[in-house]
């Protein structure tokens, strides 16, 4: 199921290597609650479901100054190497100059939400 999401990072990193104002991606619900996660804190401009085919999204991205808002992302947890992190593992987590998202059992949570809420789970990546 997280192959969407690794195949949505890649069309992400290649978007805006190519100056596109939208990309295009399978609609998934787990691509939708991460999208959520990234409009949120402000690193995308929004994503819409395609008027013409239902199951696809287009995602808008964001730029400030003519470079993209998104400057890397790293995945952290691969299928090869899951890390997992305990509630207070995640207070030694610098959530301040990155968005590290984590994969808990109420859903995608950002660390800052996993903080208030006092959960764990997969770390997942990590934005700039």
């Known amino acids: 199921m997280k192959n969407y999401l690794w195949n949505m990072f890649s069309n992400i990193k290649n978007g805006q290597l190519a100056n596109q104002s939208y990309i295009r991606q399978r609609r998934k619900k787990i691509i939708e ?4 996660i990234l409009w949120d804190e402000g690193f995308i401009l929004g994503y819409s479901v395609s008027s013409l085919d239902k199951n696809s999204l287009k995602i808008f991205l964001k730029y400030k100054n003519g470079q993209p808002v998104i400057k890397t992302i790293n995945v952290i947890s691969k299928p090869s190497r899951r890390i997992y992190c305990s ?5 030694k987590l610098d959530s301040t100059t990155q968005l590290i998202i984590i994969s808990t059992n109420k859903g995608l949570k950002s660390c800052s939400e996993c903080k ?3 959960l764990g789970g997969e770390l997942l990546i990590s934005i700039n």
Request: proline share 0%; no cysteine.
């Open 87 to 91: 509630a207070k593992q995640l207070w």
């Open 33 to 36: 609650k991460l999208l959520k």
């Open 116 to 118: 208030k809420l006092n």
